[in-house]
């Protein structure tokens, strides 16, 4: 086999075991179900040991060169991986429990996972497009998966809407860059758009920059960033919870790693406009406009919802200290360090998927009710607790994962020397204190308004809580190791000689 082929490996693992798992479900009919989501969750694993084996320091450009696998690009796998591996361990009681099609949900997390990973590597304008569809479909399915449910239902069909609006956007800003370079290769393009083939074509520069911006707004709708936020509270809301947590976990973060890859390799090297100024203005409002709007929620998946926002506004200061920094000292090496923004993406997975947990082990006893969770520390002590360190880790508090987080985003302003962004964000994480302590109030101070009987654990839900506290608690107190690994994911801006 081809060497550079076999990078994919991990992809086709994935494709594989969905695959193998819908073949089993028709096959064995009258076998448990929850054996195939033990399943899914070993294919994720193999996978994740692939990629470990086939990582290197080297950037491999394969399938013609649309496809790069870098350290930047095993990082996010790497993380896309932990995450979907701990979705599916919290998913199986929860879909043996009470969903219909139980074969499917597993396959679909499988192909959707295989198709993020697609994503983060995409260095061509068609692959984006079919991969960023891919995981849309496999989502909106995913999101109508309690059929019975208007709120499912509903959510679905609103995502679906939103989603199609969003792939529009983003065809009609590929559109535009590959009219005016004649390339769908990201790297190609970056080097057109800087070339002399501007001179040949009136309003070159006015052109460009619109399917830019186009492909800014497409990619704004798949992380959630303002003004494209509006789907995430109800979807959050009606979709099965594992669902919500692969939106809010798996799905952002693959957005957001083609959005630095994107930003940094076709934004950064042409034009004079300065991107920061208009990214500085998206992540105040992105910011402002999450926790804002969580404060007044009584739904805890919404609030959460709200929540992601105002983290994507902190990812986007994070890219605006990173791209000041090489604007203001003349930067001109070959690769950008997002270390800052890695590690706080990973914080945000870590601490996100344990509220998630805790919320479905308790979901049958509380419901989804921020008030529902009155007197939990009386009757379930070990998952108030966990949950508390969690909505301590995504206020950005020490000495959890997620203050190490905020530590380095603020830092990467701080040297950028963005002094009033970091006041700003200061200031929303002193407000994001606020929700996230209302859900320990309820739980701590506030008795409940009937006698409620105890909580029953899943033990592989209660699995994969404790890796999620482990990473946000340990990663937290001793983050080193984890920042060096962060530290060499680095994204090539021109890797094609």
């Known amino acids: 086999m081809n060497t550079g082929l076999i990078r994919l490996l991990p992809e086709l693992v994935l494709c594989f075991g969905a695959l193998l798992i819908i073949f089993i479900d028709i096959i064995y009919s009258d076998i448990k179900k929850y054996w195939l989501g033990f399943l899914a969750y070993g ?21 013609q060169g ?16 932990i995450a979907g591996s701990v979705i599916i361990l919290f998913s199986i009681a929860y879909v043996y429990r009470g969903m219909e099609y139980k074969a499917e949900f597993f396959a679909l997390i499988l192909f959707s996972l295989m198709s993020m990973l697609v994503l983060v590597s995409s260095a061509d304008l ?19 998966y309690h059929r019975d449910d208007m709120k499912s239902r509903e959510a679905s069909l609103k995502y679906f809407f939103y989603g199609a609006i969003s792939a529009a956007i983003l065809v009609m800003g590929f ?18 758009l800087g070339g002399k083939t501007q001179l040949l074509i009136p309003d070159y520069t006015l052109l460009a920059l619109l399917g830019l911006v186009l492909v800014g707004a497409g990619f704004g709708f798949k992380i959630g960033m303002f003004p494209f936020q509006m789907w995430i509270p109800d979807v959050y809301e009606g979709a099965p919870t594992p669902v919500t947590a692969f939106l809010s976990v798996a799905s952002k973060s693959a957005g957001v790693a083609l959005l630095l890859r994107f930003f940094f390799v076709v934004f950064t090297n042409n034009f004079s406009i300065n991107w920061s100024i208009i990214l500085l203005v998206i ?50 090496g070959a690769t950008f360090d997002v270390s800052p923004i890695l590690i706080y993406l990973t914080a945000y997975i870590y601490m996100n998927l344990g509220a998630f947990a805790v919320i479905i082990l ?27 360190i ?62 409620k009987k105890g909580f029953s654990y899943s033990l592989l839900t209660m699995g994969a809580l404790w890796a999620c506290f482990a990473g946000t608690l340990f990663i937290g107190i001793s983050p080193n190791l984890f920042i060096e690994l962060a530290k060499k994911a680095l994204i090539g801006i021109d890797i094609i000689r």
């Open 362 to 388: 308790s979901e049958d006893m509380t419901g989804d009710n921020i008030p529902s969770y009155a007197g939990m520390s009386q009757r379930s002590p070990l998952l108030a607790g966990m949950l508390t």
């Open 175 to 192: 559109s535009f860059l590959y009219g005016l370079t004649g390339e769908t290769n990201i790297y190609l393009i970056a080097r057109a």
């Open 283 to 332: 992540s105040i409002i992105t910011m402002f406009t999450g926790n804002l709007m969580a404060i007044s929620q009584n739904n805890i998946k919404r609030m959460l919802g709200y929540s992601s926002i105002a983290h994507v506004g902190y990812i986007l200061a994070g890219i605006v200290g990173i791209y000041h920094y090489k604007i203001t000292t003349g930067y001109t």
């Open 66 to 81: 649309s496809y790069a696998v870098d350290g930047f690009s095993i990082f996010c796998k790497a993380l896309l991986l």
């Open 126 to 144: 068609i692959l984006i497009l079919l991969a960023f569809e891919f995981v849309s479909i496999s989502s909106y399915i995913l999101v109508g």
């Open 43 to 63: 294919f994720t694993i193999i996978s994740f040991i692939c990629l470990f084996i086939l990582g290197s320091n080297k950037t491999w450009l394969i399938v």
């Open 390 to 451: 969690f909505m301590l880790s995504l206020a950005g508090i020490p000495p959890t994962i997620g203050f190490i987080g905020k530590f380095f985003i603020f830092g990467e302003l701080v040297n950028a020397s963005h002094y009033l962004l970091v006041i700003l964000a200061v200031i929303n994480s002193i407000i994001s204190v606020y929700y996230y302590f209302r859900v320990v109030y309820f739980m701590y101070f506030v008795p409940p308004e009937t006698e």
